[in-house]
C-alpha cells in the first residue's frame, strides 16, 4: 500500500494549505464563514486521489482494483466539481476584492489539480493492461461522465453517496436524461461542454509534462 507522499503530492497539500490559510484570515477578519464551504468541498475532491493513488503499485485486475477503480469514478466528479464555486464569487466590501478573487480561484484550482492528478494515475494503471486507444476512449468517457456527475451535483443537488442512500431518484433522473435528451438539451449541453473544456487541459498538461520530460532529455544528452 502506498503511503509515502512525493513531491506533487506535498506541492498539492501546499496549495491546499494556502487556500485554507486564506479562508482562515478571511473569518478572522471578517467574523463571517463567506467561503465556508471550501474545507468540505475539499475534502470530498481529495476522495477520489486516495482512490487512485492505491493504484499507482498494482499491475493486475481483481477485485480489488475494480473496487478501487469504482470508488474512484464514484467520487472523480467532487474533484473538478469545485471550479463551479466559481458561482458564489461576489465583491465582498468586508475585504479587498483581489483577496477574495485568490481564495476562490486558488480553491478551484485545488479541485481541477486533484482531478487531474487522480486521472493521470487512473490512466497509467489502464495503460499496463489496456491498448493506447482503449485507455484513451475510457479516459475520454470518464471525463464525460464526470462533467455529467458535476451537473447533477451543482444543479439537481446530488451528492456521489446517492448512489446508496437514493438509488431510486437518482437512478430515475438518469433514467430520464438519457431517454429524453432533447427535453434535457441544457443538461448535455453542460456535461458537454464542461467535458470539452476539462478535456482540453488534461491532454494540455500531459503533452507539457511530455515535452518537458523531452526537453530535459536533450539537456543531458
Known amino acids: 500500500m502506498k503511503t509515502k507522499i512525493n513531491s506533487l503530492e506535498k506541492m498539492i497539500l501546499v496549495s491546499i494549505g494556502f487556500t485554507m490559510s486564506l479562508l482562515f484570515i478571511r473569518i478572522l477578519f471578517t467574523k463571517e464563514l463567506t467561503y465556508g464551504f471550501f474545507p468540505w468541498n475539499t475534502i470530498l475532491a481529495v476522495v477520489p486521489l486516495l482512490f487512485s ?29 469545485i471550479i463551479t464555486d466559481l458561482f458564489h464569487f461576489s465583491k465582498d466590501p468586508g475585504v479587498p476584492y483581489w483577496f477574495d478573487l485568490v481564495l476562490v480561484v486558488s480553491g478551484t484550482w485545488n479541485g481541477m489539480l486533484l482531478g487531474f492528478v487522480s486521472l493521470m494515475q487512473v490512466e497509467r494503471f489502464l495503460l499496463k493492461k489496456l491498448s493506447v486507444k482503449w485507455t484513451g476512449l475510457i479516459i475520454a468517457l470518464c471525463i464525460l461522465l464526470c462533467g455529467y ?51 482540453i487541459i488534461y491532454f494540455t498538461l500531459k503533452q507539457l509534462v511530455a515535452y518537458m520530460v523531452l526537453e530535459k532529455g536533450k539537456y543531458n544528452e
Open 149 to 199: 456527475g458535476i451537473y447533477l451535483g451543482r444543479y439537481l443537488r446530488y451528492n456521489s453517496w446517492d448512489i446508496l442512500t437514493n438509488p431510486f431518484e437518482l437512478l430515475s433522473a438518469i433514467g430520464n436524461h438519457i431517454l429524453s435528451p432533447f427535453a434535457n438539451s441544457r443538461i448535455w449541453a453542460f456535461t458537454i461542454v464542461f467535458s470539452m473544456m476539462f478535456g
Open 53 to 81: 493513488r492505491k493504484l499507482t503499485d498494482k499491475d493486475e485486475w481483481n477485485k480489488y482494483t475494480i473496487g478501487l477503480i469504482s470508488g474512484w469514478l464514484l467520487f472523480f466528479p467532487n474533484a473538478p466539481y
